[in-house]
């Protein structure tokens, strides 16, 4: 008599535990469910997510865009060369560093620090943001860097689910791992004194 040769729904079925096993308890049903659930709610929330969370970052830049409509330029005096390559003619070094600068708003100077082309000599004027009080801002959000947080905070969201997912399967595995382990101790006191009595 030669064994039947196991099918991929059989072993997908002996795998979740929907095989008919008699010897099978809920909880290894519960765990062997644990992974799909979690795939499937990850898969199934991600749209979910990706709305919500771009939504908000959305609304964000929208504020910020709002504020810094009240923004104006200024020129400040840049006080020490900005460390890096020298930006091409063509434009396309957009590394930026902070440096010191020296500001004059209303006869008044300071120095502060400000993100600046790197590469750019001592003595150089910059263009500065101020904003509605005169405090000094970073420069405005690009409609690039609008899009890259929105996909950032979107891919960090994501990340965090996926580990709550992870972190809730794996704390539910434990709990059920115990009960496992403690039902197992219970049924062993109860019938080994009776299998150690025949021996």
């Known amino acids: 008599m030669t064994a ?14 929907i095989d008919g096993n008699p010897l099978r308890r809920r909880s290894d049903v519960v765990a062997a469910w644990l992974l799909p659930v979690a795939i499937v709610l990850f898969f199934g929330l991600c749209p979910a997510i990706y709305a919500v969370i771009g939504m908000r970052v959305r609304a ?9 409509a009240t923004w104006h330029h200024a020129s400040a005096e840049l006080l020490e060369a900005a ?8 434009g396309s070094n957009t590394w930026t560093v902070l440096a010191p600068i020296r500001l004059v708003v209303d006869g008044r100077a300071y120095d502060a620090s400000y993100p600046v082309a ?5 003595d150089s004027q910059v263009q500065v943001w ?3 009080t005169g405090s ?19 891919l960090v969201a994501l990340a965090a689910f996926a580990v709550l997912l992870a972190g809730g399967a794996w704390g539910i595995r434990r709990v059920l791992d115990r009960r496992r382990l403690a039902g197992w101790e219970a049924e062993w006191l109860a019938v080994g004194p009776r299998w150690s009595r025949q021996a």
């Open 4 to 17: 039947r040769p196991t099918t991929m729904r059989t072993r997908l079925a002996r795998r979740l535990g």
């Open 60 to 68: 964000d830049n929208a504020a910020v865009r709002s504020a810094e």
């Open 83 to 90: 460390p890096g390559p020298q930006q091409t003619g063509s």
């Open 118 to 122: 790197a590469g750019t000599p001592a």
């Open 130 to 132: 101020l904003n509605r």
């Open 136 to 154: 000094l801002e970073v420069p405005p959000l690009s409609a690039a860097q609008a899009d890259d947080r929105v996909l950032a905070d979107t």
